[in-house]
């Protein structure tokens, strides 16, 4: 049962912030829902007052600069990134892992900047996003701030938003010549949430087949979404073989902090971080030579 | 404090006054008496909630009611004109898409949205359309089979 609340509709972001500030922890942001309602109906959420940011038309933007790369507003639907031919052609991992997210419905209502800020940790934009080295731009009254994706998340549900701050954009750099980023999520029926998930980029360099940068990110791994730093240590600077891969996918799974409960044990999510870091880093590095 | 809603529903203006807890499904179907709708999971998971708002497919369970304030619904019931059959209708009926029913709404609704968006789908296309949509009984075949019938141009309508 969801408890009554105050409603309040602020049309610019001047005036969400506004609220925010005036309600501070009696308040809760909605954008598109999809994940926030559920946890009201079940009673796990219950502000007094509920801001509506979802029309606010001024955050819902993808734009697309060869120099500063993509910048995707907060409330940009799920469904425009998958059908946005800038995203497609430029930074396709995106629009491929949207696609593979919920269903149409929910792609459709719920916003990109609404699934960061849930902060689940086996969400699907996260451990893309962070493969792809983006950042995040807050705002509040005081100003605006800029983190690293990576630096987003605190523990499970938890974000690194400042009361009285909202997520405003998402910004996601130009993609290095000969780069190759993939993400696979295992899951029992397709478009659920990740059992696991691992999102890969190689950016390889001018001689033959030498990896000068990787970026590994695991969904559903641990408490947050993760970079497997250790498992990038392995690949990084060399040419990438087989037996490299398989020692990354090894290293990886001890890095991953794994809970067990109904969907899989914590040794089966081990096991497919093995497995998926190795795979996706092949793939990804197939991505990269054609790049 | 109850909020004004104002919005259309398959063509038809109304304005409610509306706690703003209230569910787009419960508006729909308690305070609109749109049956049609059905309320499977009340979780985001099956679909059979689903209508079609301001021309996207969205699970009306899944839906603040305010947030289709000043919109668009097309609901189920919308679909038919007077007595004669929305194609998609049809077509599930000749194919035999439904047995105990209860998805079957969401079903169409989705299926119309799929083909607003895209008149021509693979069969692959149809299948990513609906995969929002859970159903028990049939096992889908019938309803993608109903489908390609309407893709083909089996149900064109008469002029």
Same mark, same amino acid.
């Given at each position: 049962?969801?408890?009554?609340?105050?409603?309040?509709?602020?049309?610019t972001?001047?005036?969400?912030?506004?609220l925010?500030?005036k309600?501070?922890?009696?308040?809760?942001?909605?954008?598109?829902?999809?994940?926030?309602?559920?946890?009201m109906?079940?009673?796990?959420?219950?502000?007094e007052?509920?801001i509506d940011?979802?029309?606010?038309?001024?955050?819902?933007?993808?734009?697309?600069?060869?120099?500063e790369?993509?910048?995707? /507003?907060?409330?940009?639907?799920? @469904?425009a990134?998958?059908k946005?031919?800038?995203?497609?052609?430029?930074? *396709?991992?995106? =629009? #491929?892992?949207?696609?593979?997210?919920?269903?149409?419905?929910?792609?459709?209502?719920g916003?990109i900047g609404?699934?960061?800020?849930?902060?689940?940790?086996?969400?699907?934009?996260?451990p893309?996003?962070?493969?792809?080295?983006?950042?995040?731009?807050m705002?509040s009254?005081?100003?605006?701030?800029?983190?690293?994706?990576e630096?987003?998340?605190l523990?499970?549900?938890?974000t690194?938003?400042?009361?009285?701050?909202?997520?405003?954009?998402?910004?996601?750099?130009?993609?290095?010549?000969?780069?190759g980023?993939?993400?696979?999520?295992?899951n029992?029926i397709?478009?659920?949430l990740?059992t696991?998930?691992v999102?890969v980029?190689?950016?390889?360099?001018s001689s033959? /087949?030498?990896?000068?940068?990787? @970026?590994i990110a695991l969904?559903a791994?641990?408490s947050?979404?993760?970079? *497997?730093?250790? =498992? #990038?240590a392995?690949?990084?600077?060399k040419?990438?073989?087989?037996?490299?891969?398989?020692?990354?996918?090894?290293?990886?799974?001890?890095e991953?902090e794994?809970?067990s409960?109904?969907?899989a044990s914590?040794?089966y999510?081990?096991?497919?971080?093995?497995?998926?870091?190795k795979?996706?880093?092949?793939e990804?590095?197939?991505?990269a030579?054609?790049? | 404090?109850?909020?004004?809603?104002?919005?259309?529903?398959?063509?038809?203006?109304?304005?409610?006054?509306?706690?703003?807890?209230t569910?787009?499904?419960?508006?729909?179907?308690?305070?609109?008496?749109?049956?049609?709708?059905?309320?499977?999971?009340?979780?985001?998971?099956c679909?059979?909630?689903t209508?079609?708002?301001?021309?996207m497919?969205?699970?009306?369970?899944?839906?603040?009611a305010?947030?289709?304030?000043?919109?668009?619904v097309?609901?189920?019931?919308?679909?038919?004109?007077?007595?004669?059959?929305?194609?998609l209708q049809k077509?599930?009926?000749?194919?035999?898409?439904?047995?105990?029913?209860?998805?079957?709404?969401g079903?169409?609704?989705s299926?119309?949205a799929?083909?607003?968006?895209?008149p021509?789908?693979?069969?692959?296309?149809?299948?990513?359309?609906?995969?929002g949509?859970?159903c028990?009984?049939?096992?889908?075949?019938?309803i993608?089979?109903?489908?390609?019938?309407?893709?083909?141009?089996?149900y064109?309508?008469?002029?």
């Open positions: 049962m969801i408890r009554d609340f105050e409603y309040l509709t602020p049309k972001l001047e005036e969400a912030l506004t925010l500030d309600y501070g922890d009696e308040c809760k942001v909605i954008a598109g829902g999809q994940s926030l309602l559920i946890l109906k079940q009673g796990l959420v219950a502000p007052y509920l940011i979802k029309g606010i038309t001024e955050l819902n933007y993808i734009k697309s600069d060869a120099k790369g993509l910048r995707i /507003g907060a409330l940009t639907p799920h @469904r990134i998958e946005s031919p800038v995203v497609r052609n430029g930074f *396709a991992v995106l =629009a #491929e892992m949207e696609n593979r997210l919920a269903s149409i419905q929910t792609r459709n209502w916003t609404g699934n960061l800020c849930h902060g689940d940790p086996a969400g699907d934009p996260a893309v996003l962070i493969a792809l080295n983006a950042n995040l731009k705002a009254l005081k100003g605006e701030r800029t983190t690293a994706i630096d987003f998340f523990d499970y549900f938890e690194a938003l400042e009361p009285g701050e909202l997520l405003t954009e998402i910004q996601v750099p130009v993609v290095p010549p000969r780069t980023t993939v993400y696979i999520k295992f029992v397709e478009s659920d990740a696991v998930g999102a980029s190689i950016t390889l360099g033959e /087949g030498i990896c000068q940068d990787v @970026r969904g791994a641990a947050t979404p993760v970079r *497997a730093k250790q =498992a #990038e392995v690949l990084r600077g040419k990438i073989t087989d037996n490299l891969l398989r020692e990354a996918g090894q290293i990886a799974s001890t991953a794994p809970i409960d109904i969907y914590e040794e999510r081990r096991e497919l971080v093995k497995v998926l870091v795979r996706v880093s092949r990804a590095l197939a991505r030579k054609q790049a | 404090m109850k909020k004004e809603l104002r919005f259309t529903v398959n063509g038809q203006p109304y304005e409610l006054y509306i706690k703003p807890k569910i787009l499904v419960e508006v729909l179907r308690a305070h609109l008496g749109l049956t049609g709708t059905k309320r499977g999971c009340d979780s985001s998971s679909g059979a909630c209508v079609i708002l301001n021309g497919a969205v699970k009306s369970c899944s839906v603040l305010l947030q289709a304030n000043g919109g668009e097309l609901t189920v019931e919308g679909l038919a004109k007077g007595n004669e059959l929305h194609p077509a599930f009926l000749d194919h035999g898409a439904f047995q105990c029913g209860f998805c079957t709404s079903m169409l609704m299926s119309k799929l083909l607003d968006e895209n021509n789908p693979t069969k692959e296309q149809i299948k990513e359309g609906i995969d949509n859970i028990r009984c049939t096992g889908y075949n019938s993608i089979r109903a489908l390609t019938g309407v893709v083909k141009g089996e064109k309508e008469e002029k």
